[in-house]
């Protein structure tokens, strides 16, 4: 996510200070708002197939798939600091609630993609969203 700050003319430094390793604050920044349309769509399409497949063994089925996304975010945002004693880095506590590595790959994947082809258009342009 920061890259695509950084792609869009925000200083690196900037970046860094401001944002940190705050994944949520990094999500929902205004810079983000074409990375985070991208994604919901992906997140339709993931949550589409695995509904159609059985993917997952979550049950997305009654879930909007914008916000199984957002609590996602949200739940790598707290596995990555001292409120669940850094599970993310450390083994976690049994019991602790973490999002789907599949709906995060089949959604996250895609995205990456995406934004990859829209750079590599650019040949080291800036990016304007």
């Known amino acids: 996510m ?4 950084v792609m869009q003319g925000i200083e690196l430094e900037t970046v860094r200070k401001g944002y940190g390793h705050n994944i949520s ?3 929902n ?3 983000m ?3 985070r349309e991208v994604a919901g769509r992906n997140a339709e399409s993931a949550i589409d ?3 159609g497949k059985g993917c997952y063994t979550d049950d997305f089925s009654k ?3 914008n916000n199984c996304l957002e609590k996602a975010i949200n739940d790598l945002r707290r596995l990555h600091t001292n409120e ?6 450390y083994v976690a506590q049994p019991g602790e609630s973490v999002p789907s590595p599949l709906f995060l ?3 996250l994947q895609p995205t990456k993609n995406e934004f990859a082809r829209r750079y590599s258009r650019s040949k080291g342009q800036q990016y304007n969203g």
């Open 25 to 27: 604050k990094l999500w």
């Open 84 to 89: 669940s004693d850094y599970a993310l880095r």
């Open 33 to 35: 708002s074409d990375l």
């Open 105 to 107: 790959l089949d959604t």
């Open 49 to 51: 197939k695995a509904k």
């Open 29 to 31: 920044a205004a810079e």
């Open 63 to 65: 879930l909007d798939p």
């Open 2 to 5: 920061k890259h695509v700050m």
